[in-house]
């Protein structure tokens, strides 16, 4: 069996919205589910809690846990469930819980010093550093579009997230949407260059052709749509998440940061995407 999936929560409407994703999925990967609460009890390093707020800050992660782990068992009766409060920084304490795991789920907003800002910090380290992919929930506002969005380049660095998302499409019954974005070089616009045009949307179809070929064989229960577009890769993959319940991306950046490891990509989709992403690392 693959490992556990890990969800965050500190009791916010977006950490609720990520429980219930991670039970949905938990129940479709029929895996086991860990709500995880991290607490930190001196921010700072500042020793300023005595032992009654301590217990207090204990009581909060307790109840936060236990009710979270009642909307999963309401939600998804057959899903074994644990909960666990780690003491730690959240960023740091979902990284490591990541280890093993299938993945790793938190929400867009959360309360206080676990996702004040979800999408700087926190899902920035996370999506980042932690060694699975990493699922950023956005609350659903409107119907299930039954389609996944994936992002597809000329490199190896995107088959994690090919697997990722074939294997949740065929979980999920949905068609997968395999989007190649492309951009002419600027010497392109030059009047003295020419381009044949044809060539280089045929060129680019077949890119994404070859890449996508041995996952058809794999998954041929999977609607497959080829998508390839003239645009900047962020741009397409936002317009396409209008239309989808999940985008997922891979990367591969190359920083000694965080935020850089993420790769330009995945960090814009993260930020401007309108659904939940997944960011897959290689």
């Not at 929560?9 to 709500?35: H, I, M, Q, Y």
């Not at 780690?86 to 490591?96: F, K, M, Q, T």
């Not at 060694?131 to 996944?148: F, K, L, M, R, S």
Request: glycine fraction near 10%; aromatic fraction near 4%; include cysteine.
């Amino acid at each position: 069996m693959s490992g556990p999936i890990i969800v965050g929560t500190d009791g916010s409407a977006g950490a609720t919205a990520a429980v219930e994703w991670a039970a949905d999925d938990a129940a479709r990967a029929d895996l086991p589910l860990r709500v995880v609460n991290a607490v930190l009890r001196r921010p700072n390093d500042i020793p300023k809690f005595i032992v009654l707020e301590e217990d207090v800050i204990t009581r909060d992660a307790q109840r936060v846990l236990a009710e979270a782990e009642a909307t999963v068992r309401a939600r998804r009766p057959f899903v074994e469930v644990s909960t666990a409060m780690i003491e730690g920084p959240p960023p740091l304490v979902l990284r490591d819980q990541g280890q093993g795991a299938e993945e790793v789920v938190i929400g867009t907003r959360g309360l206080g010093g676990f996702a004040a800002a979800l999408l700087g910090s926190v899902s920035m380290h996370v999506a980042g550093h932690a060694h699975c992919p990493v699922v950023v929930v956005h609350p659903a506002t409107g119907p299930a579009h039954d389609e996944i969005t994936v992002g597809v380049d000329d490199s190896d660095a995107c088959e994690p997230a090919l697997a990722y998302a074939f294997h949740q499409a065929k979980l999920r019954g949905a068609t997968l949407r395999a989007v190649h974005a492309w951009q002419l070089p600027v010497h392109a616009f030059a009047p003295e260059v020419a381009y044949a045009m044809d060539d280089i949307r045929a060129a680019q179809h077949a890119v994404v052709a070859d890449r996508l070929d041995t996952w058809r064989q794999k998954y041929p229960g999977v609607d497959l749509v080829e998508d390839v577009r003239c645009a900047h890769p962020v741009d397409a993959l936002v317009e396409a998440s209008g239309g989808s319940d999940l985008v997922v991306v891979g990367s591969h950046g190359r920083g000694g940061l965080g935020s850089l490891l993420l790769g330009s990509v995945s960090r814009g989709v993260l930020h401007h995407a309108r659904c939940t992403v997944a960011v897959v690392r290689s």
